[in-house]
């Protein structure tokens, strides 16, 4: 099983700043790497595919990088509203697939 | 838009089986992949296993002996039956929709808390 790590596990910054999150991949899984935000009570959305695709209706100050074992997600002008669990998603053996734990963003 | 929706029992009995539903509405529920996906409290979230509008499913090895994923396209809903629960399973389920060009769940339900508890 691929095992997905996200660091950290709670981030606090500051609104209008960037925020930067790191999921990392026990092996290569590629590009095929999704992005998630979750807020409570909420559905997760999706907000990248694709280690760098943006989905149907995410802003461009959400942008997906890496390949392989290493990704990240950088949300840029941080916005009250991005206060949400964050978390990565392989599925390079579609269908099968696992999850990282998540990274909880706060906006201070 | 497009909306998942869970149902089911809250609370299910040690050794007996869990059932949910997944509605699907405001789409299609033709040539996309339906979703189960769980979440205990504290821990990552897992995939339980998924079906095919036509009917084809795939499951998560570690549960397969017990899973059960089904479609009903007429009332465009998916089901999920796991049986002989244990504390285990206690945990959030989900019902999530894929499609074969993104990969990725790109609609999900809010999911739904299900306890195993005598």
């Known amino acids: 099983e691929i095992v997905m790590t996200q660091s950290p596990a709670t981030l606090s910054v500051s609104p209008g700043e960037r925020a930067t999150l790191s999921c990392r991949a026990s092996q290569s899984v590629s590009s095929d790497l999704a992005w998630y935000r979750q807020k409570p009570g909420q559905a997760p959305r999706l907000l990248i595919y694709?280690?760098?695709t943006r989905a149907t209706g995410i802003p461009a100050r959400f942008n997906g990088s890496g390949s392989g074992t290493e990704f990240t997600l950088t949300i840029s002008s941080l916005q009250s509203e991005d206060s949400a669990l964050y978390f990565c998603?392989?599925?390079?053996?579609?269908?099968?697939?696992?999850f990282g734990q998540g990274t909880k963003l706060e906006i201070k | 838009q497009v909306q998942l929706q869970e149902s089911g029992p809250g609370l299910v009995k040690p050794s007996e089986t869990l059932s949910l539903t997944c509605t699907v509405s405001g789409g299609s529920i033709n040539n996309y992949y339906w979703t189960w996906i769980r979440q205990p409290a504290g821990k990552e979230l897992e995939w339980i296993g998924r079906i095919y509008s036509s009917g084809s499913t795939n499951y998560n090895p570690s549960l397969k002996s017990r899973v059960t994923v089904s479609v009903d396209t007429s009332k465009k809903q998916v089901s999920l039956k796991l049986n002989s629960v244990t504390a285990a399973d206690t945990a959030m389920y989900y019902c999530?929709?894929?499609?074969?060009?993104?990969?990725?769940?790109?609609?999900w339900g809010r999911g739904t808390m299900v306890t195993v508890s005598s």
């Open positions: 694709g280690a760098s």
């Open positions: 998603h392989q599925y390079i053996y579609w269908p099968l697939c696992t």
């Open positions: 999530a929709r894929a499609d074969s060009t993104i990969y990725a769940f790109d609609i």
